[in-house]
C-alpha cells in the first residue's frame, strides 16, 4: 500500500492523538485504507499510539507517536497528500527497536520505513521538524545589552535551552549543546559541554558534570547552572586567565535540569506558591532521587568478605523488572558513555553539602554515619565547596542550615537521613565518579530578586570545586608496546575502592594529600607498583603512568580478581562487563505458547487482535 499521492481532498485534522503534529490538514482514505474519522479511532494503530507512551515509559515520545499519525493521518496541502521522509523513520527505528525489544512487540507494520515514507528526492516532508520547532526561535535580548549579560530569571524549559544554545553559539570554539535522552513526556535532557575541543574525549584530561533540578520544585540548582554556562562563556572570550586555565584543561557538563517535567508542575504555581512537595517527582510520579539501583545494600554485603571487590559494582537483573524513569536511564547510559571524575548534584531545601554514602550501614538506622572507604577525599570535596560559601560559613546557628554550623557546612548523607536509590552512591559505586549533593538554600522555589544572590553565593563554591578534579594522580596504563590497556585497575593500598581505565589507558585518581602506594594490574600482566607522595597543597594532578608487562607465554595467568562468591559477568579482559540498560529481552519474554503482558490490554479493546504486534 502506497500514499495517495494524486489530487485528493483536504479536510480539517480531528484525532486528538495527532493534534500536535506539524499539520492541520489530511484526507481520507487513508494509507491504511481507513475512510473515515470513526474508522481510524476504532483501529489497534490508533490505540497503539494512544498508549506507546506509557508501553515504552516515556522512551521515543512524542517522535514515535508523531511518525504514526503521519501515516494514520496523512497530511494533505494544497488539493496533495505528503508522504513522510523515509530518513526519519529509519532513524527513529534504529534509536527505538530496543525499546520494543524490551517487552517483546515487534516494531508497527505501519511504520515500515520502505512501505509507507518516501525517498528525498521523490519529495517529502519531516513529521518530526516542528518538534522542537519553539527551541530554535531565537530570542533576543533587549536593546542596548552586551552578549555577556545574564538576565537574572526564572526560565522556562524552551528559554533554558534557547540560552544554552545560544551560549554554545557565541563560544563555539570551546562549547556545544547535546541531548543525553528524553523526560517521560518526551522534553530533551539537554547538556552544554565546555571542553577545548568540544564533543570528544582527550587523553588525560578529566571529565566533570554538574546536575540541577533532580527534583523537579527544586530550582535554583536549574538557574544557577543556566548562570554558569553563560559566565564561562563569557570570562574565556574576555580572556580571564582562571576561566581559559579551567576550560582548556578540563571537560566540563552542565545539565541544569534533570526533571523538566517536574518543573513545568512546580513552575505552574510558581515561586512562592510552590508547595514543599509540588513538582518534586516526575511525570510518573517518581522520586529520580530514590530510582538508582540500590548497589549500597550490596556493597555492605560485600565489604563484610575479605578480598572481593567493592567498586563496579553491577545492576542486578531484578532492578529492571520494577519502574525506571527514562529520565534515570538516560543518566546511567551518559554516565557509562563518559567517563566522570567528579560530579556534584544541586538540590534545596537546606543549606549543606553532603557526600556518600546516603544510605546507612544499619538500614533500620534512619540516621548512621555511614563512610565509603574514600572518607578523606569526600570530605576535602563537600569542604572544597563550603568553606568558601558565604552563607554556609555565616556563623549564625539561626540561620538557613545553622544546625549543620558545627561540622563546618558538611556532612555524610547517611549521618543526615538514610535513603536508598540516589544517585551519589550510584555514581561511587558503579563507576570511577565521585558525587556530592550541594544543598543550596531553605527555599525551593525562591523569586526572581533572590537568584542574583545566590549566584553571587555559589559562583565561587562551583568554581572552587570544578578545579578539584585536578586533585590526587593521573596517568596512563600500556603495555610494553605502548598500546593502552582498557579497564586496568588502579588500586590505592588502604582504601578499598579501585578505579579502571578508559578506553585509551587513561584514568584520574582522586586522593588526599600523603603517601600513597599505587597498584595497576590487568589480567594477563603483571602487576605495577609505585610509591606517590602528594603534597598538601599540590593542586594539579600528579602524573603517574604505568607499563604493564604480559605474564609471558602459554595460557594466561589471571590475576586474582573479584571473588567469584557472587556471578559476575566478565568480558573478554576479565573485567566487569558494562550492562546494557535496557532489561535483556530473555528476562521478560513469555514462557513457551504465552503472549506478552500487554496482549490481553489490546484483545480487550477490539475483536480485531492486532497479531502484528507479536514477534512469536
Given at each position: 500500500?502506497?500514499?495517495?499521492?494524486?489530487?485528493?481532498?483536504?479536510?480539517?485534522?480531528?484525532?486528538?492523538?495527532?493534534?500536535?503534529?506539524?499539520?492541520?490538514?489530511?484526507?481520507?482514505?487513508?494509507?491504511?485504507?481507513?475512510?473515515?474519522?470513526?474508522?481510524?479511532?476504532?483501529?489497534?494503530?490508533?490505540?497503539?499510539l494512544g498508549v506507546l507512551h506509557f508501553l515504552l515509559e516515556g522512551q521515543c515520545?512524542?517522535?514515535?507517536?508523531?511518525?504514526?499519525?503521519?501515516?494514520?493521518?496523512?497530511?494533505?496541502?494544497?488539493?496533495?497528500?505528503?508522504?513522510?521522509?523515509?530518513?526519519?523513520?529509519?532513524?527513529?527505528?534504529?534509536?527505538?527497536?530496543?525499546?520494543?525489544?524490551?517487552?517483546?512487540?515487534?516494531?508497527?507494520?505501519?511504520?515500515?520505513?520502505?512501505?509507507?515514507?518516501?525517498?528525498?528526492?521523490?519529495?517529502?516532508?519531516?513529521?518530526?521538524?516542528?518538534?522542537?520547532?519553539?527551541?530554535?526561535?531565537?530570542?533576543?535580548?533587549?536593546?542596548?545589552?552586551?552578549?555577556?549579560?545574564?538576565?537574572?530569571?526564572?526560565?522556562?524549559?524552551?528559554?533554558?535551552?534557547?540560552?544554552?544554545?545560544?551560549?554554545?553559539?557565541?563560544?563555539?570554539?570551546?562549547?556545544?549543546?547535546?541531548?543525553?535522552?528524553?523526560?517521560?513526556?518526551?522534553?530533551?535532557?539537554?547538556?552544554?559541554?565546555?571542553?577545548?575541543?568540544?564533543?570528544?574525549?582527550?587523553?588525560?584530561?578529566?571529565?566533570?558534570?554538574?546536575?540541577?533540578?533532580?527534583?523537579?520544585?527544586?530550582?535554583?540548582?536549574?538557574?544557577?547552572?543556566?548562570?554558569?554556562?553563560?559566565?564561562?562563556?563569557?570570562?574565556?572570550?574576555?580572556?580571564?586567565?582562571?576561566?581559559?586555565?579551567?576550560?582548556?584543561?578540563?571537560?566540563?557538563?552542565?545539565?541544569?535540569?534533570?526533571?523538566?517535567?517536574?518543573?513545568?508542575?512546580?513552575?505552574?504555581?510558581?515561586?512562592?506558591?510552590?508547595?514543599?512537595?509540588?513538582?518534586?517527582?516526575?511525570?510518573?510520579?517518581?522520586?529520580?532521587?530514590?530510582?538508582?539501583?540500590?548497589?549500597?545494600?550490596?556493597?555492605?554485603?560485600?565489604?563484610?568478605?575479605?578480598?572481593?571487590?567493592?567498586?563496579?559494582?553491577?545492576?542486578?537483573?531484578?532492578?529492571?523488572?520494577?519502574?525506571?524513569?527514562?529520565?534515570?536511564?538516560?543518566?546511567?547510559?551518559?554516565?557509562?558513555?563518559?567517563?566522570?571524575?567528579?560530579?556534584?548534584?544541586?538540590?534545596?531545601?537546606?543549606?549543606?553539602?553532603?557526600?556518600?554514602?546516603?544510605?546507612?550501614?544499619?538500614?533500620?538506622?534512619e540516621k548512621m554515619f555511614s563512610p565509603t572507604p574514600d572518607e578523606k577525599m569526600?570530605?576535602?570535596?563537600?569542604?572544597?565547596?563550603?568553606?568558601?560559601?558565604?552563607?554556609?560559613?555565616?556563623?549564625?546557628?539561626?540561620?538557613?542550615?545553622?544546625?549543620?554550623?558545627?561540622?563546618?557546612?558538611?556532612?555524610?548523607?547517611?549521618?543526615?537521613?538514610?535513603?536508598?536509590?540516589?544517585?551519589?552512591?550510584?555514581?561511587?559505586?558503579?563507576?570511577?565518579?565521585?558525587?556530592?549533593?550541594?544543598?543550596?538554600?531553605?527555599?525551593?522555589?525562591?523569586?526572581?530578586?533572590?537568584?542574583?544572590?545566590?549566584?553571587?553565593?555559589?559562583?565561587?563554591?562551583?568554581?572552587?570545586?570544578?578545579?578539584m578534579v585536578h586533585r590526587g594522580i593521573k596517568g596512563v596504563v600500556t603495555d610494553?608496546?605502548?598500546?593502552?590497556?582498557?579497564?586496568?585497575?588502579?588500586?590505592?593500598?588502604?582504601?578499598?575502592?579501585?578505579?579502571?581505565?578508559?578506553?585509551?589507558?587513561?584514568?584520574?585518581?582522586?586522593?588526599?594529600?600523603?603517601?600513597?602506594?599505587?597498584?595497576?594490574?590487568?589480567?594477563?600482566?603483571?602487576?605495577?607498583?609505585?610509591?606517590?607522595?602528594?603534597?598538601?597543597?599540590?593542586?594539579?594532578?600528579?602524573?603517574?603512568?604505568?607499563?604493564?608487562?604480559?605474564?609471558?607465554?602459554?595460557?594466561?595467568?589471571?590475576?586474582?580478581?573479584?571473588?567469584?562468591?557472587?556471578?559476575?559477568?566478565?568480558?573478554?579482559?576479565?573485567?566487569?562487563?558494562?550492562?546494557?540498560?535496557?532489561?535483556?529481552?530473555?528476562?521478560?519474554?513469555?514462557?513457551?505458547?504465552?503472549?506478552?503482558?500487554?496482549?490481553?490490554?489490546?484483545?480487550?479493546?477490539?475483536?480485531?487482535?492486532?497479531?502484528?504486534?507479536?514477534?512469536?
Open positions: 500500500m502506497s500514499f495517495p499521492c494524486d489530487d485528493a481532498t483536504c479536510v480539517d485534522l480531528h484525532l486528538r492523538t495527532c493534534a500536535d503534529a506539524a499539520y492541520n490538514h489530511t484526507s481520507f482514505p487513508t494509507p491504511l485504507e481507513h475512510r473515515s474519522w470513526e474508522a481510524v479511532e476504532a483501529s489497534p494503530e490508533y490505540t497503539l515520545n512524542p517522535d514515535l507517536r508523531l511518525l504514526g499519525c503521519s501515516v494514520l493521518a496523512p497530511r494533505c496541502q494544497g488539493g496533495h497528500t505528503q508522504r513522510p521522509c523515509r530518513r526519519v523513520c529509519e532513524g527513529l527505528r534504529e534509536a527505538c527497536q530496543p525499546a520494543f525489544d524490551a517487552i517483546d512487540m515487534a516494531w508497527p507494520y505501519f511504520l515500515d520505513c520502505t512501505q509507507y515514507f518516501a525517498p528525498e528526492e521523490e519529495g517529502c516532508y519531516d513529521p518530526l521538524e516542528q518538534l522542537r520547532g519553539e527551541l530554535d526561535v531565537e530570542e533576543a535580548l533587549p536593546s542596548g545589552l552586551p552578549p555577556t549579560f545574564i538576565r537574572f530569571a526564572h526560565h522556562s524549559y524552551a528559554q533554558m535551552v534557547r540560552v544554552l544554545k545560544r551560549t554554545a553559539a557565541r563560544c563555539s570554539q570551546v562549547a556545544k549543546t547535546y541531548s543525553i535522552g528524553r523526560s517521560f513526556e518526551g522534553k530533551d535532557l539537554v547538556v552544554i559541554e565546555f571542553s577545548s575541543r568540544p564533543g570528544q574525549h582527550e587523553l588525560m584530561e578529566p571529565e566533570v558534570k554538574l546536575i540541577g533540578n533532580i527534583h523537579g520544585n527544586e530550582v535554583a540548582g536549574r538557574e544557577i547552572l543556566i548562570y554558569l554556562a553563560q559566565y564561562l562563556c563569557s570570562e574565556y572570550l574576555l580572556g580571564n586567565p582562571r576561566i581559559q586555565r579551567l576550560l582548556n584543561t578540563t571537560r566540563i557538563h552542565l545539565l541544569p535540569s534533570m526533571n523538566p517535567d517536574g518543573y513545568e508542575v512546580a513552575a505552574a504555581e510558581g515561586a512562592g506558591y510552590n508547595g514543599w512537595t509540588s513538582g518534586r517527582q516526575n511525570a510518573q510520579n517518581l522520586d529520580l532521587n530514590r530510582n538508582f539501583p540500590d548497589l549500597t545494600s550490596e556493597y555492605y554485603r560485600l565489604a563484610s568478605t575479605r578480598g572481593v571487590r567493592t567498586d563496579h559494582i553491577p545492576i542486578s537483573q531484578y532492578y529492571w523488572w520494577g519502574k525506571v524513569a527514562p529520565e534515570t536511564k538516560a543518566i546511567m547510559k551518559w554516565i557509562q558513555t563518559i567517563p566522570f571524575v567528579l560530579s556534584a548534584s544541586l538540590h534545596g531545601g537546606d543549606l549543606v553539602v553532603s557526600y556518600p554514602f546516603d544510605f546507612s550501614k544499619h538500614p533500620h538506622e569526600f570530605k576535602l570535596l563537600a569542604r572544597a565547596y563550603a568553606d568558601v560559601h558565604p552563607m554556609m560559613m555565616d556563623r549564625s546557628e539561626n540561620r538557613c542550615g545553622g544546625n549543620f554550623l558545627k561540622r563546618g557546612s558538611i556532612i555524610n548523607g547517611a549521618d543526615w537521613y538514610s535513603f536508598t536509590g540516589g544517585m551519589s552512591d550510584f555514581n561511587y559505586l558503579h563507576t570511577n565518579c565521585f558525587e556530592i549533593t550541594v544543598e543550596l538554600g531553605c527555599v525551593k522555589f525562591p523569586p526572581e530578586e533572590a537568584l542574583y544572590g545566590l549566584w553571587q553565593h555559589n559562583k565561587e563554591p562551583l568554581l572552587n570545586f570544578l578545579e610494553k608496546y605502548g598500546k593502552p590497556v582498557k579497564n586496568a585497575r588502579i588500586l590505592v593500598k588502604g582504601i578499598r575502592h579501585d578505579v579502571t581505565t578508559a578506553p585509551d589507558g587513561d584514568y584520574w585518581r582522586l586522593l588526599p594529600p600523603g603517601s600513597h602506594i599505587v597498584i595497576a594490574q590487568a589480567p594477563g600482566y603483571s602487576k605495577v607498583m609505585k610509591r606517590v607522595t602528594i603534597p598538601l597543597r599540590m593542586k594539579r594532578a600528579g602524573r603517574v603512568d604505568f607499563i604493564l608487562q604480559p605474564l609471558g607465554t602459554g595460557p594466561k595467568n589471571f590475576l586474582p580478581g573479584p571473588s567469584r562468591a557472587l556471578p559476575r559477568s566478565l568480558d573478554p579482559q576479565g573485567a566487569p562487563a558494562q550492562l546494557d540498560f535496557e532489561p535483556p529481552r530473555a528476562r521478560r519474554q513469555p514462557a513457551s505458547g504465552s503472549k506478552p503482558w500487554w496482549w490481553a490490554y489490546f484483545t480487550s479493546l477490539s475483536p480485531h487482535k492486532p497479531r502484528w504486534l507479536l514477534k512469536y
